[in-house]
């Protein structure tokens, strides 16, 4: 999809406006820009290319493409001296500059309106889908980008990254604003921070709901992985990413949170449990109809039913009603709108089929996730637990033992299957976890074909038990090579329990 701007900027304009420090080739043109994309396949008429380079494709290799379907000039580290009429502006890092083009040409929308963030290792879709039914008891319209979809006003639209680029990201922005959106809430990954798409953003605020280890295929140690998600809280580190921060939401339950509380130099409203926490909560009781908590701010105290499962999603509710308080959005209106969220796709989700027991899909895929879930589920049930789980291919493998190890403590029964192997082989990877569930002496069982390993989960279940299918969540495919395989884990089970 291609959104492009109400009107055009000249190129030189463009370029001065973003303050691009590089070469112009072709000095004599300059043509009008009217949008601006990284893939070559989404260039139309008017359309500024910027070359960037990845681990799969080299953006320069489509220039003469991207030239041919329109573009009127591209952005480049290195330019194409074939292409010698066409303007090509040189620069060291086009990674770096994309935020700050995009942010010029769909005419700064992240300043139009309140663009809120959120960042941590586990919690962020249930945030901002929490904050989209604080928006609507509020009065406010809300936009959503995140790991399931991005949507506001009727319109959706699935996601390949948790954060959209640079490009995509202001390009959405503005259209939500011409559309009259008035509240953005935006989840922000690491890969987001450390690769620049979130270049020139305005945050209104934004929120750390926890720093657990993950992604170390990526960022290689649980302190690098920690400083990246630490970057935004403090001035300078915004600054570094040409980016601004009006407020912080922080979560003083968490050590990463508590340290930034203390540390960093931008205004910070507190949430959590602790005595200390300028917004606190207090679980008065977490059953399988939701959570019941007790909420003071600033000398006033509401009661809030949140009709969600597992204590966890206490501070998640937190956490959103915290940066909702940053734009004006009363107590009381953040937990009336709570008080009815519709369920989050994939996050302790239940399947209702008429079974005796209780069915949850969750998105768990990392350790720290599976002792929250199976820790919430313990929480509800009297009878066992039986938790079928599997793990990424080409993805941290040095986590797939300690999954094993989580799910094997947490759960009376486990089922290691495959999920997403890519182009690793999944009997290996199911032997890796396998490690886990060995040491903790698990009960468990390796069953590759992930229906049948859901259909002997659902077959062991008796009234009262607790059926946990955790790491895809809301994942409608089964990624094995290259190939997207159709595979839904909530179709699946409807299938096995209405045939029952």
């Known amino acids: 999809m291609i959104v492009s701007a109400d009107r055009s900027i000249s190129l030189r304009d463009l370029l001065r406006r973003a303050r691009v420090p590089g070469m112009l080739h072709a000095p004599a043109a300059d043509?009008?820009?009217?949008?601006?994309?990284?893939?070559?396949?989404?260039?139309?008429?008017?359309?500024?290319?910027?070359?960037?380079?990845?681990?799969?494709?080299?953006?320069?290799?489509?220039?003469?493409?991207?030239r041919d379907a329109g573009a009127v000039a591209a952005v480049v580290d290195q330019p194409d001296e074939s292409l010698d009429h066409w303007p090509q502006i040189v620069v060291a890092d086009t990674r770096r500059i994309l935020g700050a083009l995009a942010h010029e040409v769909y005419r700064h929308p992240t300043d139009r309106v309140p663009f809120l963030g959120v960042t941590g290792t586990n919690g962020k879709t249930s945030v901002v889908h929490f904050l989209e039914a604080i928006a609507r008891a509020a009065g406010r319209s809300a936009?959503?980008?995140?790991?399931?979809?991005?949507?506001?006003?009727?319109?959706?639209?699935?996601?390949?990254?948790?954060?959209?680029?640079?490009?995509?990201?202001?390009?959405?922005?503005?259209?939500?604003?011409?559309?009259?959106?008035?509240?953005?809430?935006?989840?922000i990954s690491s890969h987001a921070i450390d690769m620049h798409r979130i270049s020139s953003v305005h945050f209104a605020?934004?929120?750390?709901?926890?720093?657990?280890?993950?992604?170390?295929?990526?960022?290689?140690?649980?302190?690098?992985?920690?400083?990246?998600?630490?970057?935004?809280?403090?001035?300078?580190?915004?600054?570094?990413?040409?980016?601004?921060?009006?407020?912080?939401?922080?979560?003083?339950?968490?050590?990463?949170?508590?340290?930034?509380?203390?540390?960093?130099?931008?205004?910070?409203?507190?949430?959590?449990?602790?005595?200390?926490?300028?917004?606190?909560?207090?679980?008065?009781?977490?059953?399988?109809?939701?959570?019941?908590?007790?909420?003071t701010w600033e000398g006033e105290d509401q009661m809030l039913s949140l009709p969600v499962i597992g204590a966890f999603n206490a501070s998640n509710a937190l956490a959103a009603i915290g940066l909702a308080l940053t734009q004006d959005i009363t107590l009381q209106e953040a937990c009336t709108g709570l008080s009815d969220v519709p369920p989050v796709p994939g996050r302790l989700q239940r399947v209702e089929a008429g079974q005796p027991y209780?069915?949850?899909?969750?998105?768990?895929?990392?350790?720290?996730?599976?002792?929250?879930?199976?820790?919430?589920?313990?929480?509800?049930?009297?009878?066992?637990?039986?938790?079928?789980?599997?793990?990424?291919?080409?993805?941290?493998?040095?986590?797939?033992?300690?999954?094993?190890?989580?799910a094997g403590r947490g759960a009376d029964y486990c089922i290691v299957t495959d999920d997403n192997p890519r182009h690793e082989d999944p009997a290996a990877i199911r032997a890796e976890a396998e490690r886990g569930l060995i040491q903790t002496k698990a009960r468990y069982e390796n069953i590759g074909d992930r229906r049948e390993a859901i259909r002997v989960a659902l077959g062991r279940a008796r009234p009262g038990d607790v059926v946990i299918i955790a790491g895809k969540g809301h994942e409608e495919v089964q990624i094995i090579g290259d190939v997207h395989v159709p595979f839904s884990d909530n179709a699946v089970v409807r299938e096995i329990l209405e045939n029952a």
């Not at 979809?149 to 990201?169: H, I, Q, V, Y």
């Not at 295929?217 to 920690?226: L, S, V, W």
């Open 31 to 66: 043509p009008d820009v009217r949008a601006i994309t990284v893939d070559s396949r989404n260039v139309r008429p008017g359309s500024l290319f910027v070359a960037m380079r990845g681990h799969a494709e080299n953006g320069h290799a489509y220039l003469r493409a991207a």
């Open 205 to 295: 605020a934004l929120a750390l709901t926890n720093v657990k280890s993950d992604h170390l295929d990526y960022h290689k140690t649980h302190g690098d992985y920690r400083e990246t998600k630490m970057r935004l809280f403090y001035k300078k580190g915004a600054d570094a990413e040409s980016a601004t921060v009006d407020h912080v939401v922080l979560n003083i339950d968490d050590d990463t949170g508590r340290y930034m509380i203390a540390t960093t130099d931008l205004p910070v409203l507190s949430f959590g449990f602790h005595a200390e926490a300028d917004l606190q909560g207090t679980i008065l009781r977490s059953d399988r109809a939701g959570i019941h908590m007790h909420i």
């Open 358 to 406: 209780l069915v949850l899909l969750d998105y768990a895929h990392s350790a720290n996730a599976i002792m929250t879930v199976l820790a919430a589920a313990r929480e509800i049930t009297e009878g066992d637990i039986i938790f079928v789980f599997g793990c990424g291919g080409n993805r941290d493998q040095g986590k797939r033992m300690d999954m094993g190890c989580a």
């Open 143 to 187: 936009g959503v980008m995140g790991t399931i979809e991005t949507r506001w006003r009727g319109k959706r639209f699935s996601t390949k990254n948790t954060t959209p680029g640079a490009d995509d990201l202001h390009r959405i922005v503005r259209e939500m604003v011409d559309d009259g959106v008035e509240i953005v809430a935006s989840e």
